[in-house]
């Protein structure tokens, strides 16, 4: 009788921002770990990783609106910063992570099919690179999104303004969209835990968002591999 083969792990998905990647303290010694770490996950589960621009892009956009491009060049900008991110970061881990990033959706999940991780930065204007994450998540029908940030969980307030700011463990997905709404105002350059897009097709899809901190590699890990974390779940 056929043996039947174990069924595949479902893919997972991280979208790792730019203001976690390069902060300017140790960023050397946490680009190394984070490779090797997602290269690990890597080789376990089908994983995509996406690598936002941070300060860079915000800084090279604001150059921008002040030499007077339109929004759409402005997310342009935005976008190549995202790539070099990403290029970066795939270099460090090596093959069989491609060398040279996807620049769609679709070429994303074509190469994941023979290689895994696959990074890659933005595709299109119009949104931002947490909004690539949730579009390939519903592509590839992944188990969850990993949103690896600058703060360690959803907070009621921004939590870097206000200091008796409530954490929130577990939100519905009417609960966080509302919150997205409510903080996004659509410009190039904006910044907020997870962009308008990505929330509504992640809510659509029913697929979960895990919000953790970035720079804290071993919760990041549990995240990645499904086991318990410290952070915040999004709809599962
Ligand atoms: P990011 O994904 O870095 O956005 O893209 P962010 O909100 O600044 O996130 P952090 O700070 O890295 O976590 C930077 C900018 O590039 C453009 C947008 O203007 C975005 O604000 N962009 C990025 C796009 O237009 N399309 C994309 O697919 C990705």
């Not at 339109?70 to 990403?86: C, S």
């Not at 907070?155 to 919150?179: G, N, V």
């Amino acid at each position: 009788m056929p043996r039947s083969r174990p069924t595949p792990p479902a893919p997972v998905v991280v979208s790792v921002g730019g203001s976690v990647l390069l902060t300017g303290a140790g960023d050397r010694e946490y680009l190394e770990n984070l490779a090797e770490l997602l290269r690990r996950c890597g080789r376990g589960l089908p994983l995509v990783v996406t690598t936002g621009g941070g300060r860079t892009a915000r800084e090279y956009i604001r150059l921008g609106r002040e030499l007077g491009l339109t929004e759409v060049e402005l997310d342009e900008v935005g976008i190549d910063v995202t790539r070099l991110h990403a290029r970066l970061l795939a270099a460090r881990i090596g093959p069989p992570c491609p060398a040279r990033p996807p620049t769609t959706v679709a070429d994303a999940v074509h190469e994941l099919r023979r290689a895994s991780p696959v990074v890659l930065g933005g595709t299109e204007p119009g949104h931002t690179t947490d909004g690539v994450a949730a579009l390939l998540a519903v592509r590839l029908r992944a188990a969850r999104v990993v949103n690896a940030t600058d703060v360690d969980a959803v907070y009621d307030r921004d939590p870097r303004t206000h200091p008796d700011a409530r954490r929130i463990a577990r939100l519905t997905w009417e609960e966080f969209r509302s919150m997205v709404a409510a903080a996004t105002s659509g410009e190039a350059g904006q910044n907020f835990l997870f962009d308008h897009l990505g929330a509504e097709s992640l809510a659509r899809a029913a697929i979960p968002l895990w919000v953790v901190s970035g720079r804290d590699l071993p919760n990041l890990e549990a995240a990645l591999t499904g086991r318990t974390f410290r952070g915040s779940r999004i709809g599962g």
